[in-house]
Each structure stands twice: as structure tokens, then as C-alpha cells.
């Protein structure tokens, strides 16, 4: 597959054509504004674009809130890839949807830079993201309901712990809950992205970054971003 002349085979072939593209279609315009909220809306646009551009037929990019499993729902994510039919909120020129969980291939967390506050805002978002989406489970679990996707999860989680496929769950010590949750929310659940077209200059300075605003701010690596 290909996308103007560049190869689609990675996730991370992805994100560098989605910069590229980010750079030739807004770089000229985004020089003329200093308005942060049209800004923001500038990024997220094309990055829907780009991605609708190169997916698949049945998957669709919007903007808007998860439903979890449980019945609630998730702060506004900036885009999301989803499978099925999303819920539009409010009228017919609403941009926001509601998604179903099991619907929800992957959020986005979108930043014009990936520096200092934006970067830290970014990862809280995330973080936020996945702490509901685990309190979702939780509130599901203690009513005695375990859905497909967390019994899915503690398959995977009893395969890396070497325990037989037909042992209970109330074996699981807080460790094995802790495993249990980041299977469930780091490989069973949508992926959680994080991304922008500005920031350091190599990867090791963004990761160096990372752990930076890690440890100032108390947050949570324990992410896919």
C-alpha cells in the first residue's frame, strides 16, 4: 500500500507521512495565525483527512467520547479510528460522536507540539483515558459481569503467568490485577496515541522528554503512546 508515493507498512510509516503531510498542507497557514484554538482545529482536521485517506472501507475517524463497557463515558478525545456506526451528538453539522468501546480501534491525542506543557497535557489525557477505562472493568467485575474483552484479557494475562486457562479469577492477587489491567488496557483495548508535527529534534530527546515531564508531574508511563 501506498500514500502518495510513500509506503503504508508500519504503524510508524503512518506517523511520519501523517507529519509530512501535516507540514506541506498547514505549515504556510499556521505561520499566519496565532490563535491556538484554530490552530488546534487545523491539526485535527488533517490528521482526519490523512487518516480517512488510508484506511480501509467500514472504519471511520471522528472526534467525541467513548462509551465504556460499564455505560459511562470518556472525556472528548481529539480523533478516534472506529469500526461500525459511531453516535452523532446533537444535529446534523455536529462533529462529535459517541463510540462504543468495543468499537474503538484507536484515540488520539492531538498536540501542534510535543514540548513541555502540551507534552504533559497529552500524557494526562492518556493516562485519564485509561484509568477510566480500567474503572469501567472494575465497576463491571464487582457486579459479577465479566464482557468478552476482559475475559479475553485475562486469557492473555493467565497465559503470561503460566496458570491453566480454567483457574478462577479469584486467584488473581493485586500483582496478577495489575498484570491483568495492563493486558486489558495496553493490548485488548484501542491503542492510545499521542502525536504532534513539532517538538525535539531526535527520538532520544523526546524520550528523555517524556521522563522529564514523568517525574514532575507524577504521571503514569504505563501507556502505549
Not at 472501507?57 to 467520547?65: D, I, K, L, R, T
Not at 489491567?181 to 524520550?207: F, H, Q, W
Amino acid at each position: 500500500m501506498s500514500v502518495k508515493g510513500s509506503p503504508v507498512n508500519t504503524l510508524g510509516d503512518l506517523i511520519k507521512n501523517l507529519h509530512d503531510e501535516l507540514v506541506l498542507k498547514t505549515g504556510e497557514q499556521l505561520r499566519r495565525t496565532k490563535h491556538p484554538g484554530v490552530i488546534g482545529d487545523a491539526w485535527e482536521s488533517v490528521h482526519h483527512d490523512y487518516l480517512e485517506y488510508v484506511l480501509p472501507e467500514n472504519f471511520y475517524v471522528v472526534s467525541g467520547q467513548v462509551e465504556f463497557m460499564d455505560g459511562s463515558v470518556s472525556s472528548e478525545i481529539d480523533l478516534m479510528i472506529v469500526k461500525g456506526e459511531p453516535e452523532q451528538i446533537g444535529g446534523l453539522k455536529s462533529s462529535r460522536y459517541f463510540c462504543k468501546y468495543d468499537d474503538v480501534v484507536a484515540i488520539f491525542e492531538v498536540k501542534a507540539k510535543l514540548r513541555g506543557a502540551a507534552l504533559c497535557d497529552g500524557l494526562r489525557h492518556l493516562q485519564k483515558f485509561r484509568d477510566d477505562e480500567w474503572g469501567s472493568v472494575i465497576n463491571l467485575v464487582e457486579k459479577n459481569r465479566f464482557p468478552s474483552v476482559t475475559q479475553h484479557a485475562i486469557k492473555k494475562a493467565k497465559l503470561i503467568l503460566g496458570k491453566p486457562d480454567d483457574s478462577g479469577e479469584e486467584e488473581f492477587s493485586e500483582y496478577h490485577m495489575r498484570l491483568l489491567r495492563a493486558v486489558m488496557t495496553t493490548y485488548v483495548g484501542p491503542a492510545k496515541i499521542l502525536i504532534g508535527s513539532n517538538g525535539y529534534s531526535s527520538e532520544d530527546n523526546l524520550r528523555k522528554g517524556i521522563y522529564e515531564q514523568v517525574g514532575k508531574n507524577n504521571i503514569n508511563l504505563d501507556i502505549n503512546y
